[in-house]
């Protein structure tokens, strides 16, 4: 398995930005598929944001497109998550995910991905 650990959570008002990282450590981090989920309290936990082992696609969550960016650093073994215009609704615990040898991101749901990190914090103040 592959480790993960995000950063770059916090309090941000709303219509601001924050940039979300997760690094990785382990098995070769360009034979993971990554992807961002969160969930808020009494909520369950959705797919955010999926991006290919090559950075190649991306699919995002109706909610967040046009807002939010994910991207890759396979030299790194850092993937990051722009978030720009928050919305006190994005307010949640962020989770980097990873998913093994994915031959597509298309359709993946929370169980297929092997590898989670701890989570970090955003808070969007209205």
């Known amino acids: 398995q592959v480790q993960l650990v995000e950063s770059g959570g916090g309090l941000v008002q709303a219509g601001g930005s924050l940039r979300l990282s997760c690094a990785a450590s382990g098995r070769t981090f360009s034979n993971y598929a990554m992807g961002w989920f969160r969930q808020a309290p009494g909520k369950e936990r959705e797919l955010v944001a999926v991006?290919?082992?090559?950075?190649?696609?991306?699919s995002y969550a109706d909610s967040v497109k046009g807002r939010f960016t994910i991207a890759r650093d396979n030299a790194e073994n850092t993937v990051s998550l722009q978030m720009n215009s928050l919305k006190p609704e994005d307010a949640a615990v962020y989770y980097c995910?990873?998913?093994?040898?994915?031959?597509?991101?298309?359709?993946?749901?929370?169980?297929?991905?092997?590898?989670w990190g701890q989570g970090t914090q955003v808070t969007v103040s209205s």
């Open positions: 995910a990873a998913r093994w040898a994915a031959l597509t991101i298309f359709g993946l749901t929370e169980a297929d991905f092997d590898s």
């Open positions: 991006i290919s082992r090559d950075g190649g696609s991306t």
